[in-house]
């Protein structure tokens, strides 16, 4: 699987090189700035721009939906290669982005776990896996390979005792996230990756049961951000400011008001923007899980996993600097001046 995840890995690699030119939708210098950003949303859920753009909070900024996706590494892959504008991805895959030379930049936390909101990695509740050496020839539904998953699983077998030969043998099954509780039900899958509201639903009817979890790993943790092009903010850094403090703001919203309040908020963007969705998966969200207040960025969120990746031979010693990977510039949090 290794070989094939490098030969996949390269062939994005040479697309976003090639894609690195000009971004489409970049101002040129001396124009004005774009004022509209176009991103990939999510399928029955609001992303925190949504949130923003709803609340009054991007002032003259809008917002462009170009469709859905359920890949972090796909979502700031086009963002890289300017077919959006700005993407959301676990830090892990950031990071293996920007080491392929890919200039983008991170500007906002965006998801992650805590007590109330995590990824978990469950099995049916007559399931003989009770430990990780159970897993060894096993299947393991997953929303993509490379991101925030993988990572966790991969950690779990780790700790666990299981040698990099044993890890070769869990698999790996890119499955939609919507998919993944039938599809355990069912048998197609040993153990399935739930978070967010579609973990709380499945767990609400009850015979799973979890196997571990990634805040039991690491503790609470801010696990994504939101990047943009480095060209994009140059070109465009009165827009940068608004969007990143806009963002920050609905993050800041939902982290302090009552949880009732944004599931109804979160439940009329749904119904307003004529998706044809539904509103059933929100009803579930508990928390933003982030960790940072209006998603204010931690070098030792990216730290973590460029340690990881130098020891799984992703990338190099020193190929990445966690500074080089963010800013917080933009984020009025950052300096205690949000409200």
Known sequence: MINIRRAL?????????????????????GETEVKELRYQGSAGTVTFPELAAELGYLGDVKLKWVGNTTSGPQDIQSAATGQTDFGGAFDGAVIKLKAAKAPIKAVIGYYGSDE????????????????????????????????HHEAVIKEYLKRQGLTPAEIE??????????NTEQ????????????????????????????????????GPFTAGSVVLRED?????????????????????????????????????IIAKRGRNETTDVVKFWKSTGIAGKGGVIDSREFQRWIDWLQREGEIRPGQVKATDLYTNEFNPYANGSGS
């Not at 949880?259 to 979160?266: G, Q």
């Open 232 to 268: 994009f903010i140059a070109r465009n850094p009165g827009t940068v400011r608004t969007f990143v403090a806009g963002f920050a703001k609905a993050i800041a919203w939902a982290q302090t008001r009552p949880r009732e309040e944004v599931v109804a908020k979160f439940e009329q």
């Open 9 to 29: 890995l390269a062939v994005l690699l040479a697309t976003v090189t090639a894609g690195c030119g000009a971004a489409e939708g970049s101002a040129k210098p």
């Open 169 to 178: 043998q869990v698999q790996l099954v890119v499955i939609p996230p919507v």
């Open 183 to 218: 599809a355990l039900r069912q048998g197609q899958l040993d153990v399935g990756t739930l978070g967010g509201v579609l973990k709380d639903k499945a767990l609400e009817r009850g015979g799973l049961r979890p196997l571990f979890t990634d805040v039991e790993l690491f």
């Open 116 to 147: 109330k909101s995590f990824s978990g990695y469950y099995v049916k509740d007559d399931s003989p896996i009770r430990t990780a050496r159970d897993l060894i020839g096993k299947k393991i539904g997953v929303n993509t390979l490379g991101a």
